[in-house]
């Protein structure tokens, strides 16, 4: 059984933090600059990046010799780069996922294809999306959604190219996998991908 322990620690300063991190070896040429740093980007951001570069075998858990304040610093740096390039693809990927569900879609049922079960790898499939569709719609605050709700009664849902825009990247994936294998099978060949 785990022994289970309050939390006592107090708020630090950040020149406290400054003094804790030398005291456990870190090499900190401008303490003052660091303390700003930490109070800018937040000690517990930069804590991993501190972790990493501790040795945990070692009584007091001591950073590497030699390692500097400045290396931490490239360090979340490089990772403040490496997100936002990844976050700016996984968003053009978003795009074009779901703007090739819609396509592949209403190519082969129409406008609205949520009512068409033939589209869906099974009636519990369809089911379970088509509720999750009206959901989303009936939720959306965007302003197409609400155009839409306020001017058209039928059919109750937009069309499939304007319903993508309401679509999470979760939502669409989700929506993905409930589609029939010869739907997703097109979708994915798009992206040169077999399934």
Not at 51 to 74: A, Q
Not at 169 to 178: C, L, N, Q
């Amino acid at each position: 059984m785990t022994q289970h322990n309050p939390y006592t620690k107090s708020h630090a300063t950040a020149a406290q933090r400054i003094a804790h991190l030398r005291s456990k070896g870190l090499v900190i040429a401008r303490p003052n600059v660091a303390a700003r740093k930490i109070e800018q980007i937040g000690y517990e951001r930069l804590r991993i990046y501190f972790l990493s570069r501790r040795t945990p075998m070692l009584p007091g858990t001591p950073f590497e010799p030699g390692t500097t304040y400045t290396d931490i610093l490239k360090i979340h740096d490089c990772d403040l780069k490496l997100r936002d390039v990844c976050f700016r693809e996984v968003g053009q990927f978003e795009l074009m996922f779901r703007n090739r569900i819609s396509e592949v879609l209403s190519t082969q049922f129409g406008s609205h294809p949520y009512f068409d079960a033939t589209a869906f790898a099974s009636p519990k499939h369809h089911n379970e999306a088509l509720q999750k569709i009206i959901q989303t719609f009936m939720q959306s605050k965007d302003e197409r959604a609400r155009h839409y709700r306020r001017t058209y009664t039928e059919p109750p849902l937009p069309p499939i190219w304007m319903f993508k825009e309401f679509l999470t990247f979760g939502a669409a994936a989700r929506f993905y996998s409930s589609l029939a294998n010869p739907v997703r099978s097109r979708i994915a060949s798009s992206f040169g991908v077999p399934s």
